[in-house]
């Protein structure tokens, strides 16, 4: 069906102004709804399905699709807004029953919540028009969810302030490593007393290894040439990997690498 914006509208003495905000990002608090609604109307003419993976929001375009983040546990989902609200609260946006089900919240009140607009292949939109759940994304690191949770206290619908990307300084010869360093092996991509966070693997996927991230095309693709990397980009962040890897051996190995040639921080992600 077409993307419609529509034209500002007042509910309860409050105005709206749809807006395509490609780059909407914001953290708020979300609620779900069910078969209160069941067979009505949404505001895109659509019949509503409470089991459909589905949201309503006061200004984003219908329908649009946006990525849905539980700031409590990391879960995050895809979901196709259809339809406009809440109007009764102030929070971020309104999932369906089948929605809140998929992020896990379906058993709470309201929920922190990172609503960011995004564009999904066509695969997934298919998916999600025919009331099924799109692929489940990886969940959001901790230091992510730290950050995030901290835009809460801010005015309802604050856009997300993330810490500055991470900025590789020129690359110098490191200096020789001590026997302590040279034992050490991971230290410097893991936390005390463990391993590297190493997600599970899905059957037919693979590793990367994330040594870098940059707002400069320029300075990204100067540190991948100098760590034999490739980049990611989206978002206007350009992110330097190495990979893909098959087992987790050898997505550790990388980190090790990485490390040992001024990379330090470096992550292991599922390649995407």
Request: net charge positive.
């Amino acid at each position: 069906m077409p993307v419609k914006i529509g034209k500002p509208y007042t509910v309860r003495g409050t105005t709206y102004a749809p807006d395509d905000d490609r780059g909407y990002d914001h953290v708020g608090y979300a609620s779900w709804y069910g078969e209160e609604l069941s067979g009505s109307r949404t505001a895109s003419g659509e019949i509503f399905d409470p089991s459909a993976i589905s949201a309503a929001h006061r200004t984003l375009p219908l329908p649009s699709y946006v990525e849905v983040t539980a700031l409590n546990t990391g879960r995050t989902i895809i979901v196709r807004v259809n339809d406009r609200g809440p109007f009764t609260n102030r929070h971020l946006i309104d999932l369906s029953r089948g929605a809140a089900e998929q992020l896990g919240i379906s058993g709470h009140g309201a929920v922190p919540v990172r609503v960011r607009r995004v564009a999904p292949p066509e695969e997934e939109r298919n998916r999600l028009r025919a009331g099924l759940p799109a692929t489940e994304r990886v969940r959001t690191p901790e230091d992510i969810l730290l950050a995030l949770r901290d835009n809460l206290g801010k005015p309802s619908g604050s856009p997300v302030r993330l810490p500055a990307i991470e900025e590789v300084a020129p690359m110098m010869e490191p200096p020789p490593a001590s026997p302590a360093q040279k034992n050490s092996g991971l230290l410097s991509a893991r936390l005390p007393g463990t391993d590297p966070a190493i997600p599970a693997l899905p059957q037919g996927k693979a590793y990367v290894v994330q040594i870098a991230a940059f707002a400069s095309e320029s300075r990204a693709r100067d540190a991948a040439r100098r760590a034999n990397a490739f980049l990611s980009g989206a978002d206007g962040v350009w992110r330097v990997r190495t990979g893909p890897y098959a087992d987790a051996t050898s997505a550790l190995n990388a980190v090790k690498n990485a490390a040992a040639s001024g990379f330090n921080g470096a992550r292991i992600m599922i390649n995407d």
